[in-house]
């Protein structure tokens, strides 16, 4: 399974757009690349999931280069709300390993006034 | 639609003692993980089942821990006896089944169960 890198913190302000940046080098050709978000005392919510080149949707945006080794999560003005910790995970498809998802150690963002 | 649910969402009990926690995934999802955070660690995945069967269970620390899925919908995770080290917040997921070839279909996860051990 690929590993996941990707910065322990981030600090940013209310209105700024974030970019997370995740390096998952030992990808597969089948895997997908995928990212949660976790705030306190709850269960990870995922954000988005893609494959290739660029996905948007009313949360987020992913971009994914040609070589498929890295990955970047863009938060378009983030809020107050936005703080949680951030992961980044590379998912095999379902019908080959079950879809297990390995959790990294996140990065855990932190938005302020 | 009712997201993941899980009991208890806290469990407070003696080492040695008993523990028995329960997921009811969303309707209709045939896969159905569980997952487990202890202190200071990261999320670890433990089991997989799809429908009633485990489909991967190779994250199960050891055989004081037995997961069930009675007729395809709730799970029960127990742990018995319960040691020091069990200690943490156990995470339940579900999803549709996948096609082959298809991405890999989104986990909903439910709030967790807090375990503490004393």
């Known amino acids: 399974l690929a590993k996941t890198t990707q910065p322990i913190s981030m600090d940013s302000y209310e209105g700024q757009e974030v970019n997370i940046t995740c390096s998952h080098n030992n990808i597969a050709t089948n895997d997908y690349i995928t990212w949660y978000q976790q705030f306190p005392s709850q269960g990870p919510r995922f954000i988005i999931q893609?494959?290739?080149t660029k996905v948007t949707n009313e949360v987020a945006s992913l971009f994914i280069p040609a070589d498929r080794k890295s990955s970047t999560l863009s938060l378009p003005r983030v809020s107050l709300s936005d703080t949680a910790v951030y992961y980044c995970?590379?998912?095999?498809?379902?019908?080959?390993?079950?879809?297990?998802?390995?959790f990294g150690q996140g990065t855990e963002l932190s938005v302020k006034p | 639609e009712a997201g993941v649910t899980q009991f208890p969402s806290h469990s407070v009990i003696e080492k040695g003692q008993t523990v028995t926690l329960r997921c009811d995934p969303i309707s209709g999802h045939d896969n159905l993980y569980w997952y487990r955070r202890v202190m200071g660690k990261e999320i670890k995945f433990l089991l997989h089942?799809?429908?009633?069967?485990?489909?991967?269970e190779s994250g199960m620390p050891n055989n004081r821990f037995l997961a069930e899925r009675t007729g395809g919908t709730y799970s029960t995770l127990k742990v018995q006896p319960a040691e020091l080290e069990d200690s943490g917040v156990y995470f339940c997921?579900?999803?549709?089944?996948?096609?082959?070839?298809?991405?890999?279909?989104?986990?909903?996860f439910g709030p967790g169960t807090r375990l503490t051990v004393l």
């Open positions: 997921a579900s999803s549709h089944q996948g096609l082959a070839g298809g991405p890999a279909y989104t986990q909903y």
């Open positions: 089942f799809v429908k009633e069967s485990k489909q991967d």
């Open positions: 893609g494959y290739k």
């Open positions: 995970l590379v998912v095999i498809p379902l019908y080959n390993q079950g879809g297990k998802l390995i």
